[in-house]
């Protein structure tokens, strides 16, 4: 009972920083909550058009393929009924199939370990380059908060988020279609939790990546096959070891949307917003390194904790 009782009030303070917020995460809270506002059709047309000033002539953000498919994502969610073929959409996207089968992409290249375990480009494809190969690609924050460390874990977390952006609005072929398959291979060489090709945030993108593509029998199996090696690693205090909570919330919240909820990812969330209750600060976010997604993310595992009772 007084783990129900911090997990309401917690909730509550995270709703009371979302549904005044005049953010992305704002409106997709009182969106999901029911509470939308007059105001909010208004808002996401500001909050797009800023979006779009951002962009820069030849349809990138800055250049950046990470900036860029966040922006496209964050411009799915504030124009859900928006066609691809919209100019600043449009531009985006041909920019990030530009980056496709690029030097510098995860897979790029061959040796022995990488064609023995085939991640090399002998066996796989359409993946994204976010920097030419003789550059080091630096760490990485995901909109999550969450941080990707190192190479090769950063090529491929980064890829993931492009092919994310692509799925988002409607994009697919084979290209795409080959990029899914080389995830698929790489989620099943995923043995145990941090035993694998990439760290345990990077693969993590993987999953999230292979929930939002097109089903098929092979996608579904890696998809539950990466989340059930992820529930198994929950410890009993509700974290994960080595990732950032966030982002396995964000997966699992992901998991339930596209129908791939079951007990055991009810009893995790359950788990991690008990310790969400705990963790939050007085005026509902997470820390000094807070971020609108984060307290989206939040809330929406502590509304489900407390939905499902």
């Given at each position: 009972m007084v783990i129900l009782e911090s997990m309401e009030r917690a909730r509550r303070r995270a709703e009371e920083v979302l549904f005044h917020q005049p953010s992305v995460e704002g409106i997709l809270a009182r969106r999901e909550a029911r509470r939308s506002r007059p105001a909010d059709a208004g808002l996401a047309i500001a909050l797009a058009g800023e979006l779009k000033a951002a962009q820069s002539q030849d349809g990138s953000w800055g250049g950046n393929l990470l900036r860029s498919a966040q922006a496209l994502l964050r411009l799915r969610d504030l124009e859900p009924g928006a066609a691809a073929a919209a100019s600043a959409v449009s531009r985006g996207l041909s920019w990030l199939r530009g980056r496709q089968g690029a030097p510098g992409r995860y897979g790029d290249g061959c040796d022995p370990s990488a064609h023995g375990v085939g991640v090399c480009h002998h066996f796989l494809a359409g993946f994204f380059a976010p920097c030419p190969p003789e550059d080091t690609l630096a760490a990485i924050r995901l909109d999550c908060g969450a941080p990707v460390e190192g190479e090769p874990d950063t090529r491929a977390a980064v890829s993931c988020v492009a092919l994310r952006a692509l799925l988002a609005w409607g994009e697919w072929g084979s290209e795409l279609s080959l990029h899914v398959?080389?995830?698929?291979?790489?989620?099943?060489?995923?043995?145990?939790?941090?035993?694998?090709?990439?760290?345990?945030?990077?693969?993590?993108?993987?999953?999230?990546?292979?929930?939002?593509?097109?089903?098929?029998?092979?996608?579904?199996?890696?998809?539950?096959?990466?989340?059930?090696?992820?529930?198994?690693?929950?410890?009993?205090?509700?974290?994960?070891?080595?990732?950032?909570?966030?982002?396995?919330?964000?997966?699992?919240?992901?998991?339930?949307?596209?129908?791939?909820?079951?007990?055991?990812?009810?009893?995790?969330?359950?788990?991690?917003?008990?310790?969400?209750?705990?963790?939050?600060?007085?005026?509902?976010?997470?820390?000094?390194?807070?971020?609108?997604?984060?307290?989206?993310i939040g809330w929406r595992a502590l509304r489900a904790a407390m939905l499902a009772g």
């Open positions: 398959d080389g995830l698929c291979r790489i989620a099943g060489l995923w043995r145990r939790w941090a035993e694998g090709l990439l760290s345990p945030p990077a693969h993590l993108t993987v999953v999230r990546a292979l929930l939002d593509a097109p089903a098929s029998a092979q996608r579904e199996t890696a998809a539950r096959h990466g989340l059930g090696l992820m529930l198994r690693a929950q410890r009993a205090d509700g974290t994960w070891p080595d990732v950032d909570v966030f982002l396995v919330l964000d997966v699992l919240h992901a998991a339930q949307a596209s129908q791939h909820d079951d007990n055991r990812m009810g009893d995790a969330v359950r788990r991690a917003a008990g310790l969400l209750a705990v963790s939050q600060q007085e005026d509902g976010s997470w820390g000094s390194e807070d971020m609108p997604r984060r307290t989206l």
